[in-house]
């Protein structure tokens, strides 16, 4: 699946294949065998996120999964939006998803977790009418309020 996403920063280089792509799902996607944080697939997610009582009842989710392989290290990319249109430009946030903004994490099989965007970077998710491709504008930190930027990514992500 095409991509042409840059990395720099502890991870330096180029996305430009989304692996075992998976297109729409209707379910939250699975983590790899061992490894919580590591998704193994490409695609995209519109679910329901409720309790195993009643699933369907939870709030609306959206999610793009890009997995791939940058600087031989796999890596996977995941973008959320909870609970609102999906198409548009999104402010990328904190940890915690809101009604006003996108989450971004990037998790390797190197051990990398970045999951806080740096604050004030401009941080922005933009998804497309198709609600499945778009751009992004990301720069990513360890922990909360860190000025220090660990990894950038920019460029047109796809996840069906």
């Known amino acids: 699946m095409a991509q042409s996403l840059t990395f720099s920063g502890e991870i330096s280089g180029t996305l430009s294949a989304g692996l075992n792509a998976q297109g729409v799902i209707k379910a939250q996607p699975d983590p790899a065998p061992g490894n919580t944080k590591l998704f193994t697939q490409t695609s995209c997610a519109e679910y329901k996120l409720g309790d195993e009582a009643s699933p369907n009842q939870g709030t609306s989710e959206w999610e793009a999964d890009i997995y791939g392989s940058v600087d031989g ?69 360890d922990s909360p309020q860190s000025p220090d930027v660990k990894e950038r990514v920019f460029g047109d992500w796809r996840c069906a």
């Open 73 to 141: 290290k796999k890596i996977a990319l995941r973008l959320e939006l909870e609970d609102r249109t999906i198409p548009g430009e999104h402010p990328i946030s904190g940890n915690q998803l809101d009604a006003n903004s996108a989450h971004a994490v990037l998790d390797t099989t190197g051990n990398l977790e970045l999951h806080h965007p740096v604050i004030g970077s401009g941080s922005t998710l933009k998804v497309g009418s198709d609600g499945h491709s778009g751009m992004i504008r990301l720069m990513l930190t």
